[in-house]
């Protein structure tokens, strides 16, 4: 869940690193690191606890030349965010540094080892034991520093992605990955390292993605070089870049997140173009149509995801079940790798991630293959770890997204999994022509019905100023809006630190129904859909007790806008697509509330973007 960049070539390294960190921040920023090797060779170390913005004041006035380093931005793991604990490590003779994304599980009998051989220890991190290791394999064998880090990583227990350097050496670098992202950006002359591809895409459009076990030296006067753990040469696979730098900046915007929110008119149109033909008459997915046996003889779908993506996971159980007829199950990636679930080689396991490299829904996608399912991906990222590891799937093409809290993503993924299900229902002729073109026509209007949900953006925020104080929140939602109360209460948790519960609505006279007085908002998803009765009778029930409402509500409503102490409009759609409605004004609440709050939106605290380990 840290940040790594990495550049060797024929320009300045430090303005590029620090560029690259920026551009890394949201997967770590508690503190922050560079090494450099300058002209004559010296190895230049600095790094600070704090955002990059820290490492930047620290290193006023110091020596920053050289074309050639690597640069850290971090997310404890190992010891606490702290000046000594920041990346870069380095060798205790001064000749190695290292930086590190991962976990080195067996740091702790490596320390003791090296600690019997006279090594002495600055830092509480297993990076630092990593790099005190490969400089000890470099002196014991007199091998060079490729051969050395071969051999550490021969004998690591964990997952990593690092970039190394030596001294003596200002021509390469040194990087390899296991569970963590590495992408090679390969220039004239020059090359580019980074955890993503977002640091890199101004200076090249040409990259290489690393595969688990394998390891590159990166040297500026030679063709790239990638073998295995056994030596084995790798074949080098170019890719072109498909992103654009507009992408990466805030756009006039205070946050990025809110940036992001006002971007899904645009995302959605970009899910779906090419998908769904003019006429809102057929869908087509080539990963569903490509694998058509597979789906229609589906003895069950798992999902497997975390956070906002298992959310998108929850609102697939209701559309696959309902348009499709197959069994599904929704499981928490982190829970389905440890234990011995039962799958059948005809079961279907759907990965959801926004980054395509969350450790935990890899493991699973692992363990899903090595018993016979077929592994279908939902991600964002072009290239990544899940695209790969997976038989097939769907990218849901929202673009970057850099605000840590998943807006335009959430939405992107359940707009795949409607097009999923309505693919899969007309292939298994439990659809018909009408609905199926209802549901389809809702997703072409799907861009403007957001714009109407967004132009509400300065109500919301005045309602939001009410309820700043508030220390919970309880959101409640039936049917598929049930998995968006949970993400609109998730949102709300991640920025601005309030305890908020999400809850199937008439589940609150089974226990939270106590907690209900007027300290105690309920958000209440209150479309004009099927079970909107029930609904209003679970409003009543709050009102009853004293507590404060508020409603999202579909534009006209006549019923709930006088219980309500509050509303929220949302333009009227089929019933299944009202997630993609209702979730927008939850996210600006969030928002809203976290700005009033003072609270650092786009890097809330503790957490990070892209979560690459355990």
Same mark, same amino acid.
């Given at each position: +869940?840290?940040?790594?960049?990495?550049?060797?070539?024929?320009?300045?390294?430090?303005? #590029?690193?620090?560029?690259?960190?920026?551009?890394?921040?949201?997967?770590?920023?508690? &503190?922050?690191?560079?090494?450099?090797?300058?002209?004559?060779?010296?190895?230049?170390? /600095?790094?600070?606890?704090?955002?990059?913005?820290?490492?930047?004041?620290?290193?006023?006035?110091?020596?920053?030349?050289?074309?050639?380093? $690597?640069?850290?931005?971090?997310?404890?793991?190992?010891?606490?965010?702290?000046?000594?604990?920041?990346?870069?490590?380095? &060798?205790?003779?001064?000749?190695?540094?290292?930086?590190?994304?991962?976990?080195?599980?067996?740091?702790?009998?490596?320390?003791?080892?090296?600690?019997?051989?006279?090594?002495?220890?600055?830092?509480?991190?297993?990076?630092?034991?990593?790099?005190?290791?490969?400089?000890?394999?470099?002196?014991?064998?007199?091998?060079?520093?490729?051969?050395?880090?071969?051999?550490?990583?021969?004998?690591?227990?964990? =997952? /990593?992605?690092?970039?190394?350097?030596?001294?003596?050496?200002?021509?390469?670098?040194?990087?390899?990955?296991? &569970?963590?992202?590495?992408?090679?950006?390969?220039?004239?002359?020059?090359?580019?390292?980074?955890?993503?591809?977002?640091?890199?895409?101004? /200076?090249?459009?040409?990259?290489?993605?690393?595969?688990?076990?394998? $390891?590159?030296?990166?040297?500026?006067?030679?063709?790239?070089?990638?073998?295995?753990?056994?030596?084995?040469?790798?074949?080098?696979?170019?890719?072109?870049?498909?992103?654009?730098?507009?992408?990466?900046?805030?756009?006039?915007?205070?946050?990025?997140?809110?940036?992001?929110?006002?971007?899904?008119?645009?995302?959605?149109?970009?899910?779906?173009?090419?998908?769904?033909?003019?006429?809102?008459?057929?869908?087509?997915?080539?990963? $569903?149509?490509?694998?058509?046996?597979?789906?229609?003889?589906?003895?069950?779908?798992?999902?497997?995801?975390?956070?906002?993506?298992? !959310?998108?996971?929850?609102?697939?159980?209701?559309?696959?079940? %309902?348009?499709?007829?197959?069994?599904?199950?929704?499981?928490?990636?982190?829970?389905?790798?440890?234990?011995?679930?039962?799958? !059948?080689? %005809?079961?279907?396991?759907?990965?959801?991630?926004?980054?395509?490299?969350?450790?935990?829904?890899?493991?699973?996608?692992?363990?899903?293959?090595?018993?016979?399912?077929?592994?279908?991906?939902? *991600?964002?990222?072009?290239?990544?770890?899940?695209?790969?590891?997976?038989?097939?799937?769907?990218?849901?093409?929202?673009?970057?997204?850099?605000?840590? =809290?998943?807006?335009?993503?959430?939405?992107?993924?359940?707009?795949?999994?409607?097009?999923? =299900?309505?693919?899969?229902?007309?292939?298994?002729?439990? #659809?018909?022509?009408?609905?199926?073109?209802e549901v389809l026509k809702g997703l072409l209007v799907m861009p403007e019905?957001?714009?109407?949900?967004?132009?509400?953006?300065?109500?919301?925020?005045?309602?939001?100023?009410?309820?700043?104080?508030?220390?919970?929140?309880?959101?409640?939602?039936?049917?598929?809006?049930?998995?968006?109360?949970?993400?609109?209460?998730?949102?709300?948790?991640?920025?601005?630190?309030?305890?908020?519960?999400?809850?199937?609505?008439?589940?609150?006279?089974?226990?939270? #129904?106590?907690?209900?007085?007027?300290?105690?908002?309920? $958000?209440?998803?209150?479309?004009?859909?099927?079970?909107?009765?029930?609904?209003?009778?679970?409003?009543?029930e709050i009102k009853s007790r004293g507590g404060k409402v508020i409603a999202?509500?579909?534009?006209?409503?006549?019923?709930?806008?006088? +219980?309500?102490?509050? *509303?929220?409009?949302?333009?009227?759609?089929?019933?299944?697509?009202?997630?993609?409605?209702?979730? #927008?004004?939850?996210?600006?609440?969030?928002?809203?509330?976290?700005?009033?709050?003072?609270? %650092?939106?786009?890097?809330?605290?503790?957490?990070?973007?892209?979560?690459?380990?355990?």
């Amino acid at each position: +869940m840290c940040g790594i960049v990495g550049y060797v070539g024929n320009k300045d390294a430090y303005p #590029i690193l620090i560029k690259g960190l920026h551009r890394l921040e949201y997967r770590g920023y508690d &503190s922050a690191g560079v090494a450099l090797i300058n002209p004559v060779g010296k190895l230049n170390v /600095y790094k600070t606890k704090g955002k990059v913005a820290e490492l930047e004041h620290f290193v006023t006035n110091k020596d920053v030349s050289g074309t050639i380093g $690597i640069a850290h931005t971090r997310w404890a793991t190992h010891g606490e965010p702290s000046d000594v604990n920041a990346h870069p490590h380095y &060798s205790e003779n001064g000749q190695i540094a290292l930086i590190h994304n991962g976990i080195i599980e067996n740091y702790g009998v490596l320390k003791t080892m090296l600690m019997g051989k006279g090594y002495t220890f600055r830092s509480d991190t297993d990076t630092e034991v990593l790099v005190q290791f490969i400089d000890y394999l470099r002196n014991e064998n007199q091998c060079t520093l490729f051969e050395a880090v071969q051999a550490a990583l021969n004998q690591v227990i964990g =997952a /990593y992605a690092i970039a190394v350097l030596d001294k003596d050496n200002n021509n390469e670098i040194i990087a390899a990955r296991k &569970s963590s992202p590495l992408v090679i950006g390969i220039g004239d002359g020059e090359y580019f390292l980074a955890s993503d591809a977002t640091p890199i895409v101004e /200076y090249v459009q040409n990259v290489v993605y690393l595969n688990d076990g394998e $390891i590159a030296v990166i040297n500026r006067n030679k063709p790239l070089k990638i073998v295995n753990l056994d030596n084995i040469e790798s074949k080098i696979d170019i890719r072109k870049l498909e992103m654009n730098i507009s992408e990466l900046e805030k756009g006039g915007y205070p946050h990025f997140m809110l940036k992001e929110i006002f971007e899904q008119p645009r995302t959605i149109t970009d899910c779906i173009r090419g998908r769904i033909n003019l006429e809102g008459t057929e869908v087509i997915l080539s990963g $569903i149509l490509d694998n058509k046996d597979r789906f229609l003889n589906a003895r069950r779908i798992i999902f497997v995801a975390c956070g906002t993506s298992w !959310h998108a996971g929850l609102i697939g159980e209701y559309l696959f079940e %309902d348009f499709c007829g197959i069994e599904v199950k929704v499981e928490y990636a982190s829970e389905f790798r440890y234990r011995n679930p039962v799958i !059948h080689n %005809d079961d279907i396991v759907i990965a959801i991630s926004q980054s395509g490299e969350t450790a935990d829904t890899l493991a699973a996608i692992e363990l899903a293959k090595s018993k016979g399912a077929f592994v279908y991906g939902i *991600c964002n990222v072009v290239g990544s770890s899940i695209a790969r590891a997976t038989h097939s799937g769907t990218y849901i093409h929202v673009g970057p997204e850099i605000g840590v =809290a998943s807006t335009k993503a959430f939405t992107g993924q359940v707009t795949v999994l409607v097009m999923m =299900a309505m693919m899969i229902a007309r292939l298994k002729g439990r #659809i018909d022509d009408a609905k199926y073109r209802e549901v389809l026509k809702g997703l072409l209007v799907m861009p403007e019905k957001i714009k109407e949900a967004l132009a509400q953006h300065e109500h919301i925020k005045d309602v939001s100023a009410i309820f700043t104080y508030a220390h919970n929140f309880l959101y409640l939602g039936r049917g598929c809006n049930y998995p968006t109360a949970m993400e609109g209460a998730l949102k709300l948790k991640e920025i601005s630190y309030i305890h908020a519960e999400g809850y199937p609505a008439a589940e609150m006279k089974h226990g939270p #129904i106590a907690l209900i007085d007027n300290e105690m908002p309920t $958000i209440v998803i209150a479309t004009n859909v099927s079970i909107y009765e029930k609904t209003i009778s679970n409003i009543q029930e709050i009102k009853s007790r004293g507590g404060k409402v508020i409603a999202v509500v579909t534009t006209g409503d006549s019923v709930v806008s006088k +219980m309500a102490d509050h *509303c929220i409009w949302v333009p009227e759609t089929t019933e299944c697509l009202t997630p993609l409605l209702s979730s #927008i004004p939850l996210q600006l609440f969030a928002y809203y509330i976290a700005v009033n709050k003072g609270r %650092d939106v786009d890097q809330p605290r503790n957490l990070a973007k892209s979560v690459t380990v355990e």
